[in-house]
């Protein structure tokens, strides 16, 4: 397992944006697919986005396709969650989460993720 560390979540308002980075130690980084999870209060955790090893492939989950958009910087060890034109639903606790191991799942599970971040809190206010 490996320690992920998110940051950039907050208070917004609806219809506002906010951009979550997840730093990840180690020299191999590049080689894992990465996704973003989220969990509300009182609801399981479920996946947001992934993103494979070198960002050739995406999954979105469809509350949040064409809103949200996930990318990474494999030189810096970081991906990002680009979150625009939020809603009240999207209020959460946001996770990081790095792959079990180095393949790419075109539907990807929670099971598919075994490192995680400590989360950061996203508020969306009306």
């Known amino acids: 397992q490996v320690h992920l560390g998110e940051s950039g979540g907050g208070l917004v308002q609806a219809g506002g944006s906010l951009k979550l980075s997840c730093v990840a130690p180690?020299?191999?980084?590049?080689?894992?697919?990465m996704a973003w999870f989220r969990q509300a209060p009182g609801k399981q955790r479920e996946i947001v986005a992934a993103?494979?090893?070198?960002?050739?492939?995406?999954y979105y989950a469809d509350s949040v396709k064409g809103r949200f958009t996930i990318s990474r910087d494999n030189a810096k060890n970081t991906v990002y969650l680009e979150m625009n034109s939020l809603k009240l639903e999207d209020t959460a606790v946001y996770y990081c989460?790095?792959?079990?191991?180095?393949?790419?799942?075109?539907?990807?599970?929670?099971?598919?993720?075994?490192?995680w971040g400590q989360g950061t809190q996203v508020t969306v206010s009306s």
């Open positions: 180690g020299r191999t980084f590049s080689s894992y697919a």
């Open positions: 989460a790095r792959a079990r191991d180095s393949r790419w799942y075109n539907q990807p599970s929670i099971a598919d993720f075994g490192s």
């Open positions: 993103i494979s090893w070198n960002g050739g492939s995406k």
